[in-house]
C-alpha cells in the first residue's frame, strides 16, 4: 500500500510539473499531443507547409559492437521564416546499452532559418550525464551568437529530471527566451528583444524536436 501511495503521489507531482516562467507566455497549440505534419501555433506564430520525414534508422552487428543509427529531417515555414533541422544520432555497444563514439562533439540537432537576407543556425549536443543534457548555439552567420541549453529542474521537483522538461536561449547569461516542451507547451519571448520572429521560429523547432535515443547511456 505504501508503495502505492508513494507511485500516486510521484505520478501527481509529474502531471503538475510546470517550468517558472513569466505570466505573459505564450500557450502551444499542436504541441503535446502532436500529430504528424500538423501545424504549431503560439502568439502570432504558426507554422504553414509543415513536412516531417520519417525516422530512418539502422542496427549493424559488426561482431563485437553494435552500431546503430536514427536521423530525421523536417521542413516549414514559421510566418515568413523558412526553417530546416535535421535530427541525427549514430550510437555503438552491445546489449542494448550504447554510448555516443563522438562523446558528445557531433550536433544531435541542426537547423537552418533563412529570412531572405538573414541566415540563422540552430546546433544542440549531447553534453553527456548530468544537466543540462544538451547544450548548442544560435547563431546569426556573421553575426552573434546565442547561448541555448536543456532545463531539468521545475518549482516543487527536489531533484532534477533525466530528460528535458524544455530549453532556454541566454543573451550573455540572460534569458531571453523559454521553451517549456512539458505539458501542452509554453513560450517566453522577451518582448524588448528586435530578434523575436527568429526566437519564434527556434522555438518551434525544440517544440518539434525529439531526441532519437532518449534515455541512451553516456
Known sequence: MKRVLLLVLFL???ATVKLDLPPDAYA???ANPHRWNQ???FGT????????GTTR??????GILQIAKADQAYRMKVNDIVVECHTRELVVGRAEIFVDPTFGQEPLLVCGFDRGRTQTVLALKRTGKG???????LREIGGPSLDVQSLHRAPGLAVASGEPFGYEILRDGTRIAVVETINSGR???DPTVANRDTLAAAATALLLFKDPNAGTVD
Not at 534508422?57 to 559488426?62: E, I, K, N, P, R
Not at 544537466?131 to 548555439?137: H, Q, T, V, Y
Open 131 to 137: 544537466e543540462p543534457s544538451l547544450r548548442g548555439e
Open 45 to 52: 506564430w504558426s507554422t504553414s507547409n509543415l513536412n516531417e
Open 39 to 41: 501545424p504549431l501555433s
Open 28 to 30: 502551444v497549440q499542436g
Open 187 to 189: 513560450v517566453w519571448i
Open 57 to 62: 534508422s539502422f542496427l549493424a552487428d559488426t
Open 12 to 14: 501527481t507531482a509529474c
